[in-house]
């Protein structure tokens, strides 16, 4: 009964252990703290018509949509930076990190995106 205990509390621990978020989410307080670090990258994962609308001043734009998003993130983002990561809601950018996170880099998703950047209003770049 014992071994069968240790069995089944191992299971859920490395359950629980994958399932856990592998980069942090902040909000537009903490993300704009963030962004003022020399160590950081901002990084805009929408399109270039959504870019060209408005961005986050010195974002580098990889649109998380385009099936070369890994290989173009590995050529462009340095690995021993922290990812400020942002897209319009917040959605394809926690995707974005999930990714980035999965091959090594360190990120951080802005919750509520761009329009909370804006709602803010946080200086944007045209």
């Known amino acids: 009964m014992k071994k069968i205990l240790t069995y089944l509390l191992t299971i859920l621990g490395l359950t ?3 399932s856990q978020q592998k980069y942090e989410d902040t909000d537009v307080q903490g993300f704009t703290d963030l962004i003022a670090s020399s160590n950081v990258v901002v990084l805009d994962v929408r399109t270039a018509a959504e870019f060209a609308q408005g961005h986050i001043e010195g974002a580098i ?3 998380q949509g385009q099936s070369d ?3 173009k993130a ?3 983002l340095p690995i021993d930076k922290k990812i400020a990561v942002y897209c319009r809601s917040g959605r394809r950018s926690a995707n974005a990190a999930k990714i980035l996170a999965g091959i ?3 990120c951080v998703n802005l919750k509520g995106g761009f329009i909370a ?4 209003n946080k200086g944007t770049n045209h």
Request: proline share 0%; aromatic share 16%; with cysteine.
């Open 69 to 71: 998003f890994v290989e």
């Open 117 to 120: 950047w804006k709602e803010a």
């Open 104 to 106: 090594g880099y360190k």
């Open 16 to 18: 629980s252990a994958c």
């Open 74 to 76: 590995k050529a462009t």
């Open 61 to 63: 734009l990889i649109d």
